[in-house]
């Protein structure tokens, strides 16, 4: 079974930018990979998805044109570049493995999770 890590979360402050990463331990290259989050209160939602080549990604209205995702396969890493965070954007973010090799941004979809990393951005 798949193990994901998550690093590259901490405190920001609005405008700035955060480069989260995700460690797979297992052969991630045949499988399409996304990211989700989960604000305090609110249930999880979709931030973006890539994938097995990265040549299909898809992202969430909210985080377009801001965030950026990314696979280096050779590493077995997936990336989130994320630009003019804003507070709303604090949540736990998690890295998951998808089912199958097209990237989808259904998070059934998605059969291995990491345990998050947690991104506050302050006003």
């Known amino acids: 079974q798949a193990q994901l890590v998550e690093s590259g979360g901490g405190l920001v402050q609005a405008g700035d930018s955060l480069r989260l990463s995700c460690a797979a331990s297992?052969?991630?290259?045949?499988?399409?990979m996304g990211w989700f989050r989960q604000a305090p209160g609110k249930e999880r939602e979709f931030v973006a998805a890539v994938s097995w080549s990265a040549v299909t990604t898809y992202y969430a209205d909210s985080v377009k044109g801001r965030f950026t995702i990314s696979r280096d396969n050779a590493k077995n890493t997936l990336y989130l570049q994320m630009s003019a965070l804003k507070p709303e954007d604090t949540a736990v973010y998690y890295c998951?493995?998808?089912?199958?090799?097209?990237?989808?941004?259904?998070?059934?979809?998605?059969?291995?999770w990491g345990q998050g990393t947690l991104v506050t951005v302050s006003s």
């Open positions: 998951a493995q998808g089912r199958w090799a097209l990237a989808s941004m259904n998070a059934t979809e998605f059969v291995h």
């Open positions: 297992g052969d991630m290259k045949l499988y399409s």
